[in-house]
């Protein structure tokens, strides 16, 4: 049974850091295009970042670039995102998906592309 499992989040402060973690079992990793997708409060959920190939090639939302690290610990069927300078609007409930992409080169952030999802950790961002 394919399962992720994210964690790490929490509250933090404006300008502070955070690693969500994305765990997969019953699958590699390596074959699928991993998204990271966060949803604000009264917001539709939107894309972060997302990795595929064995290359590990990434891809982040304009929100968040050169602020976010996608990374990918094979050995582990780990994907994290390591965020930082965090903003308040950095704050809502992230969540990782996947979808099957053995030959991919390119990933991409529409929620429609991805066919597993976890439930999802919050993250707030507050003084």
């Known amino acids: 049974q394919l399962q992720l499992v994210e964690s790490g989040g929490g509250l933090v402060q404006p300008g502070g850091s955070l690693r969500l973690s994305c765990a997969a079992s019953?699958?590699?990793?390596?074959?699928?295009?991993i998204g990271w997708f966060r949803q604000a409060p009264g917001k539709e959920r939107e894309g972060v970042s997302c990795?595929?190939?064995?290359?590990?090639?990434?891809y982040h939302a304009d929100s968040v670039r050169g602020r976010v690290t996608i990374s990918r610990d094979n050995a582990k069927n780990t994907v994290y995102l390591q965020m930082n300078s965090l903003k308040p609007e950095d704050t809502g409930v992230y969540s990782c998906?996947?979808?099957?992409?053995?030959?991919?080169?390119?990933?991409?952030?529409?929620?429609?592309?991805?066919?597993?999802w976890g439930q999802g950790t919050q993250v707030t961002v507050s003084s």
């Open positions: 019953g699958f590699v990793l390596n074959h699928y295009a």
């Open positions: 998906a996947a979808v099957w992409a053995p030959s991919a080169t390119s990933c991409d952030l529409d929620l429609s592309t991805y066919d597993y």
């Open positions: 990795i595929v190939g064995f290359d590990g090639i990434t």
